[in-house]
């Protein structure tokens, strides 16, 4: 099982994603979460095939799916969830991602 935890930022809800390998190449997908519409995402994407990780935005359902329950359109939960199925599929590593913002002169009002 491959378990990612993401910090979307702002709104401070945790979210806990767990992949599973399941027959062949069926994945599991649970999101545990106060946020419901990660929450809600998760119900909707019990299951993900290794196919899944390859689709582009548009038809991938981790997306489409996500474009529905998500409010917020860069909530990372999606890329998160895929991540997950990555590594839990061995196409990738475990590795962290992250996003930081970087202040500037300007930022700092000097």
Do not use: W
Request: proline residues 5%; hydrophobic residues 40%; aromatic residues 4%.
């Amino acid at each position: 099982m491959t378990k990612v935890l993401i910090n979307p930022g702002a709104c401070g809800m945790l979210v806990t994603v767990e992949v599973e390998k399941k027959e062949g190449k069926i994945f599991s997908v649970r999101i545990t979460t106060e946020c419901e519409m990660a929450e809600k995402l998760g119900k909707e994407i019990p299951e993900l095939t290794m196919m899944d990780a390859f689709k582009r935005l548009q038809e991938n359902p981790v997306y489409k799916k996500g474009a529905t329950c998500l409010r917020h359109v860069a909530c990372p939960v999606p890329s998160g969830i895929l991540k997950a199925l990555e590594v839990e599929a061995g196409l990738n590593l475990p590795r962290d991602v992250s996003i930081t913002f970087v202040k500037t002169e300007k930022d700092s009002g000097t």
